[in-house]
């Protein structure tokens, strides 16, 4: 903005239209502020490279090794802690399990269920939350407080315990899974989107959209939406850890996945029973990727959250 | 104030009485009876059985029987699968070790994690605060069933200083290790969560006010500050509770402690739904009532709410 | 000796983006009993010289210089040290009364805790102090008052209990930031004179941070001038205003708009032909009742029978206190709000009850421009998507080029250079962005703009020229407006005629040389008399004109009897006061005489 650039505009009428496009000074958005914080964020910005390698491991994983998830090597099986440890001679880089499967493969395979259940169960969460919680945002009054006064009710019931009994009733299945985590989890989301739309709503942006006659679905598209974007992704972001774990839990307990598949959680789960026989590293291979895929979406959510959403704004 | 509690308890009971017919339901639409087992019984036997339990009766006659008999005699009726027992043998075997170890992490969890955010957040940029975020991130990579065994493969085969499970009446070498798995989770969020909202209300007006009548630190955190500071923390507890009581279940599971955690995956495996329903209304209805208690404590400390 | 003597203090922030200079070698002197304004926009750095004084600023600040209190030098003290004079020797009160106390501690107990700390009186006595003070700054039922939460308490009388807190150790020094600014402007007359007693009653000498020159023309005797963290000029009052040496100083005196000036608003010509006729409207809103076991919601009736006409390219002025329903009406009449009742005729077509379909053709002609100029536009569109997205939906023929052409023209036309096309409100300042609000207001020529108290969020100059700007988009493009504001000076500075609203009702509506020259309802006379003028000569012979008892609140069945106390219904009835014409053009609402009202009025 500098007075040579502004010489030009002394003569509004006679300057062309395209020519004055071209000396525009180019503003910040928002979202090229928060690209740049997200980028300047070096423990955010290591953990998307980290987990970009994971899901290219759970994806492509299989192809490097010879072998599967479930034929068992009858030659190993007794005698796993001695002879199936892991070893990259033999192509058993991970090991193997105490069925004498190839830990590797499980562990790829694995690693594909629970974030596949991390991400889909955030995306079941996010879409149910942020439709339920922006309609009683934005439709206020009564629909709203009844629509709220329910989430109240199903908050205070232990989901868990609601998810384990799904599990048992309607039997056990990777779909269940999803829907039943996925289900649980969009509470919290739609009070965080209704809590968002009620102050949008009510700013006056919003407001002088409405008088000026923009119909509701443009006002809903153009000027609620992109403002609650952000706080969308950032939750979402956290939520699929917190999926993952879920489903790590229920799969720990033995009530998730069933056999020959796997997940963290089964996986953590075999190697807490074998440590004490020596066989360490069928904990600490999954433990591994659990640990660090968990720290990765934890960073990742924070820096999204710091850049989309800094408090000196 | 009273007025306040007691819409508060007209909210717990529509909420209780949901939590019991989506159960009952669920139980109720579960693919065959929990006596189809593998090999079919005679028909006769079945009729027979069902008559015991009162299966033949009704759906809502079950139901109202149900509620009636918990209500009146605190009787959750029969478990299906093990004859001799019933969901009230189980409740009083497993209960008291689950509320042992389940209280005193829920003590911990409160008074560590309160008293780490709150001198992180008096001491800002010192290495205590440090210490304090440091140890509150890595404590949400670490939920109890990470935590238990790497307590174990420490403390346990390393070390051989503490007892890799059971229970043993109690004893305090027992209570150690399910304490830590079971709290360290909350306590980082609790003390992550006190830090930040103490550092927000040090920053409030009222706090500059307290500063411009003279008053001396101490008493600006603990009568001025401390209070509004809670808030966050207090309505977290509510899911904390419900946490820790599923997180009971890792604990039974990995350090044999026979809790209640343990029978209820058990019945899960077994589809003895008489048990499984049992504890669900049991540890559900404990949920609702300390969510209620934790309004309430809520609406005391904020003045505001209490109309 | 001065009491308070600050020479060459520098007080320097320690930011991520370097270091910001707030206050650059500032010297004062504050005399005991003696009342120093000390006077500035924001960014002055006004606030933060005696946020070093007392200590209190954040911790990433740097001080420098000297601050001597009774010539003992306090700067650079310890908070240890700080805490035996703060509250004893010198008290500060704050701008915004409603945050200022803590929430979960009853008045009383707050209160207690300043003699507890510092005078080591306690019990019996200590609350005997309170309840004395809490009378002195004229707190009704002081003693119930004491037993309560701040919440419980309307903001003035925060203020209040504010004060009395400052007041309760005797300290020689009260620091008063902004003390009236979020208040309403008969509150502020009161809590001004409450300070006047004070300081002559007890000789306390005060510090007046603000940045309205008629406060300190009402109660200062000293003033000193800031801008930018740096002095810009100091002297008496009297020396200031009837002298000021320096071009900021005189700008800021002129920039402000008086009630006494001798400007001229034209009347508009009688031909000109009626645009809106609002017709007995009202707006009621279910709000929660408190307590009981079952919520229950009461209705509020926040506009109660409104009418009033304007004509073609006039200027409605319409003031009020908070909660006068000054801003339902406005959204009452864009139909942002639907009314409870009456109608509003637009061109002689009845707006309410239109479908949005068949509302929207009139959309076009009726704007709004908001108080809040960042939170008016989208923080996700740049300013020219803001001013556009009225065009898009009116003329959608334009091609974007064509679009970008008008948009660019506007912008130059409310004084936004146009290469700021793709700029986002939050790099713009709150004066620009209030220039985009009133672009995009103004896109497809519009022939009514509302103002919903479009210049109270800025400073005095940006005011001015906001206001400069609005006239002269009037005179360009003929449009009338309804211009809202709780700001006297303002409206009358921009009005034809102004409609005075007191709880959802219209009690005065004339021209505005009427109103200002000759008013006749009681209100309307307490509102003008507690209007500082920034003239102290002027100020010094006005006669504040004083009601009894507070505002009430909306919600109080009898508080439209008030001004009428003569022929208060009985309770339950809904009647309320009829009007009386008085002159052409100048109506009023029926009320008794002042003296009458004092008379009738039980006191609290």
């Known amino acids: 903005m500098t007075d040579k650039l502004a010489q030009p505009f002394q003569q509004p009428k006679t300057a062309d239209a395209a020519e004055r496009m071209v000396e525009n000074v180019q503003g910040r958005s928002l979202w090229a502020d928060a690209r740049r914080r997200f980028i300047g964020n070096k423990a955010a910005m290591v953990s998307v490279v980290l987990l970009t390698l994971i899901v290219l491991f759970s994806i492509f994983g299989q192809s490097i090794s010879e072998y599967d998830i479930e034929t068992i090597d009858w030659d190993i099986l007794g005698n796993v802690a001695n002879a199936g440890q892991p070893s990259l001679s033999n192509g058993h880089f991970f090991g193997f399990d105490e069925n004498g499967r190839d830990l590797y493969n499980r562990v790829v395979q694995g690693s594909r269920i629970s974030l596949a259940v991390g991400v889909i169960g955030a995306l079941v969460a996010v879409v149910v939350g942020t439709i339920y919680g922006a309609t009683a945002g934005y439709l206020g009054g009564r629909v709203d407080s009844i629509m709220m006064r329910l989430v109240d009710i199903f908050m205070s019931i232990p989901y868990m315990f609601v998810l384990i009994l799904l599990l048992v009733v309607a039997g056990r299945s990777i779909t269940m899974i999803f829907v039943g985590i996925g289900l649980t989890a969009w509470l919290d989301m739609s009070r965080i989107v209704r809590g968002q739309t009620l102050s949008l709503k009510n700013r006056e942006f919003v407001e002088a959209a409405v008088a000026t006659g923009v119909p509701t679905w443009r006002i809903i598209l153009r000027h609620i939406v992109p403002n609650l974007l952000g706080v969308v992704v950032v939750y979402a972001t956290l939520l699929v850890p917190q999926m993952i774990l879920t489903e790590s839990f229920i799969s720990f307990l033995g009530l998730g996945v069933q056999e020959p598949f796997t997940s963290w959680g089964a996986l953590l789960s075999e190697g807490t029973k074998t440590m004490n026989y020596g066989m360490l590293w069928q904990l600490a291979f999954p433990l591994f990727f659990f640990v660090v895929t968990i720290f990765c979406f934890f960073f990742i959510g924070d820096g999204l959250r710091d850049a989309l959403d800094p408090k000196d704004r | 104030m009273l007025n306040f509690i007691i819409r508060r308890i007209a909210v717990a009971i529509p909420t209780l009485i949901i939590l019991l017919i989506a159960s009952f339901w669920l139980m109720q639409t579960a693919p065959g009876g929990p006596f189809t087992s593998e090999r079919p019984l005679p028909a006769q036997v079945l009729a027979n059985i069902e008559a015991k339990y009162g299966l033949d009766q009704p759906v809502y006659k079950q139901l109202w029987d149900y509620v009636v008999g918990i209500l009146t005699q605190f009787d959750f009726g029969p478990s299906y699968k093990y004859k001799d027992r019933s969901v009230n043998d189980i409740i009083a075997q497993g209960f008291p070790v689950t509320l042992t170890y389940g209280v005193i992490s829920f003590l911990v969890a409160i008074i560590v994690g309160g008293a780490l955010g709150i001198s992180a957040a008096i001491r800002q940029n010192s290495w205590l605060d440090y210490f304090a975020v440091g140890v509150t991130i890595g404590a949400q990579v670490l939920p109890n069933f990470v935590m238990a065994p790497i307590l174990i493969l420490v403390f346990t085969l390393w070390l051989g200083w503490l007892p890799g499970g059971g229970w043993n009446g109690g004893q305090w070498q027992h209570i150690i290790m399910p304490v830590i798995a079971l709290s360290t989770s909350y306590m980082a969020s609790i003390a992550r969560l006190m830090r930040s909202s103490m550092l927000e209300v040090l920053r409030s007006n009222f706090i500059r006010t307290a500063r411009a009548k003279g008053l001396p630190e101490r008493t600006i955190i603990w009568r001025h500050a401390l209070k509004p500071s809670l808030l966050p923390v207090v309505s977290y507890l509510g899911p904390a509770f419900v946490g820790m009581v599923t997180g009971s279940f890792i604990i039974d599971a990995i350090f044999g402690t026979g809790g209640i955690g343990y029978f209820y995956v058990n019945a899960a495996f077994n589809r003895d739904y008489a048990v499984m329903m049992g504890l669900t209304i049991l540890l559900g209805s404990m949920t609702i009532l300390f969510n209620m208690v934790v309004d309430i404590l809520y609406a005391w400390i904020d003045p505001k709410i209490r109309l | ?604």
């Not at chain 3, 009364?97 to 008045?107: E, S």
């Not at chain 3, 807190?165 to 809590?191: C, G, H, R, Y």
């Not at chain 3, 637009?346 to 809040?372: C, E, M, N, T």
Request: aromatic residues 4%; hydrophobic residues 40%.
């Open chain 3, 1 to 604: 000796m001065a009491l308070l003597s600050i020479r060459d203090l520098n007080v320097n922030f320690q930011s991520m983006d370097g270091t910001v200079e707030a206050v650059k070698s500032i010297s004062l002197d504050i005399e005991p009993g003696k009342c120093l304004g000390v006077v500035g926009e924001s960014g002055s750095g006004k606030s933060q010289t005696f946020m070093a004084a007392m200590g209190l600023l954040a911790p990433n600040a740097r001080t420098s210089g000297s601050v001597m209190l009774e010539g003992q030098e306090i700067l650079g003290r310890s908070q240890n040290e700080l805490n035996q004079i703060r509250g004893r020797d010198m008290s500060m009160i704050f701008q915004d009364p409603l945050t200022a106390l803590t929430p979960h501690m009853k008045i009383g107990i707050q209160m207690e805790e300043m003699l507890n700390l510092h005078s080591n009186i306690r019990g019996a006595e200590a609350k005997k102090l309170c309840l004395d003070w809490m009378n002195r700054v004229h707190i009704p039922e002081a003693r119930a008052r004491l037993g309560q939460y701040p919440h419980e308490l309307s903001g003035g009388m925060r203020q209040r209990v504010m004060i009395a807190m400052a007041m309760l150790n005797q300290p020689k020094l009260l620091i008063a930031d902004e003390p009236t600014t979020a208040l309403d402007v008969t509150v502020q007359a009161e809590i001004l004179d409450l300070m006047h007693t004070l300081k002559t009653e007890e000789n306390t000498a005060i510090a007046l941070i603000t940045h309205d020159m008629g406060v300190v023309a009402r109660m200062c005797d000293d003033v000193q001038v800031m801008r930018h963290g740096q002095f810009v000029e100091g002297g008496t009052t009297d020396q200031i205003f009837s002298n000021p040496q320096e071009a900021y100083t005189q700008e800021l005196l002129s920039a402000m708009p008086r009630i006494d000036g001798d400007d001229v608003r034209p009347d508009i010509s009688p031909d000109a032909g009626t645009v809106l006729d609002v017709t007995d409207v009202e707006v009621t809103f279910d709000v929660k009742k408190p307590g009981g076991l079952i919520p229950r919601t009461l209705p509020l009736r926040a506009v109660r029978g409104v009418s009033f006409d304007l004509a073609e390219g006039e200027t409605l002025g319409i003031v009020g206190e908070s909660g006068c329903g000054k801003s339902t009406l406005a959204r009452a009449v864009l139909q942002l709000i639907d009314p409870t009742q009456g109608s509003v005729a637009w061109l002689g077509r009845d707006l309410v009850g239109l479908s949005k379909s068949s509302l929207k053709p009139h959309r076009k002609d009726l704007q709004i421009v908001f108080q809040d100029p960042l939170a008016s536009l989208d923080p996700r569109m740049t300013i020219s998507a803001s001013i556009e997205e009225p065009l898009k939906e009116f003329q959608p023929g334009l091609t974007r080029t064509q679009r970008l052409e008008v948009v660019a023209d506007m912008m130059e036309r409310v004084g936004l250079s146009a290469n700021m096309i793709n700029r986002y409100p939050h790099e713009l300042s709150g004066g620009q962005n209030q220039r985009v609000g009133i672009a995009r207001a103004m896109i497809n020529k519009p022939r009514l703009i509302i103002c919903d108290e479009a210049v109270s969020a800025l400073d005095v100059s940006i005011q001015a020229q906001i206001l400069t700007l609005l006239k002269d988009l009037q005179a360009e493009f003929g449009m009338s407006m309804l211009f809202i504001s709780h700001d006297l000076s303002v409206v009358r500075s921009i009005s034809n005629r102004i409609m005075v609203l007191y709880l959802g009702r219209v009690v005065e509506m004339a021209s505005r040389d009427q109103i200002f020259d000759d008013p006749k309802h009681p209100y309307t006379m307490s509102l003008i008399s507690a209007v500082p003028v920034p003239d102290p000569k002027v100020e010094a012979s006005r006669q504040r004109i004083r009601l009894p008892g507070e505002l009430p609140s909306p919600m109080d069945p009898g508080a439209m009897w008030r001004f009428l106390p003569s022929r208060k219904p009985e309770e339950g009835s809904v009647e309320m006061p009829g009007m009386t014409q008085v002159a052409p053009g100048h109506v009023v609402q029926e009320h008794d005489s002042i003296e009458d009202i004092h008379r009738l009025t039980p006191q609290a």
